[in-house]
């Protein structure tokens, strides 16, 4: 590729694309921005006009890969009206699909270490995914009797944990992880006995 040096059109985003590729095949640690820059056909020294370090471009990647994912899963919960229980059980099959699709943003978002925190905008994108499958869970809470109703923030982190779980281990073929059962089946069937144990669906259901 030509060297366009500090001229290049978006080279912010530029590096962002030629580095999620590497954070999928090496992991978030296993490129340098040097390996950035020359995949986005820039000199290296272009690079720190946009990122200080390599956390940061990870962070933008994190960032990026949030709205996304927020976008996916306002969609399914969207597609499941008016029915909360459709609308739900959409949410956690959006996880699933995210992983899939996007595996260099799922990476810099959950398996980089970075903390959510540091910088408000990844925050705050964060939040709104999060914000998504807590609306379901409160829809869906809704028809639980207010005796045995657990807060939405805790039911839509169990149903968050279960579908990361499904994801790192089955989706995403982690080392010694088998299962007869494919991830949408297992991510189907339990959220099913969560919502049965919570008498949000039918025992034979």
């Known amino acids: 590729m030509t060297k366009r040096g500090y001229h290049h059109g978006n080279l912010r985003q530029a590096l962002i694309d030629a580095a ?3 954070i999928e095949e090496r992991g978030p640690q296993g490129f340098t921005l040097s390996e950035a820059a020359k995949r986005a056909g820039v000199t290296p020294a272009a690079v720190y006009r946009h990122f200080e370090g390599r956390e940061d471009l990870i962070a933008e990647a994190a960032r990026q890969g949030f709205e996304i994912f927020a976008d996916l899963m ?7 009206q008016p029915s909360a229980l459709a609308a739900f059980e959409a949410t956690g099959r959006a996880y699933l699909a995210f992983a899939r699709k996007f595996p260099g943003h799922y990476i ?22 999060r914000g998504v499958l807590e609306k379901a869970a409160i829809d869906l809470s809704k028809h639980i009797p207010a005796d045995r109703r657990p807060p939405a923030s805790m039911f839509s982190a169990h149903i968050w944990a279960l579908s ?3 994801v790192e281990l089955y989706a995403r073929a982690a080392p010694g992880a088998q299962s007869p059962y494919t991830p949408e089946d297992l991510l189907e069937s339990g959220i099913g ?3 049965r144990g919570l008498g949000l669906i039918p025992p034979d259901a």
């Not at 306002?74 to 499941?80: I, T």
């Not at 810099?108 to 995914?129: C, Y």
């Open 193 to 195: 006995i969560y919502l």
């Open 20 to 22: 999620l590729p590497m």
């Open 74 to 80: 306002q969609h399914a919960y969207d597609s499941g």
């Open 164 to 166: 990361h779980g499904v």
């Open 108 to 129: 810099a978002m959950f398996e980089s270490g970075l903390s959510v925190n540091r910088t408000p905008e990844l925050a705050a994108a964060s939040a709104r995914a």
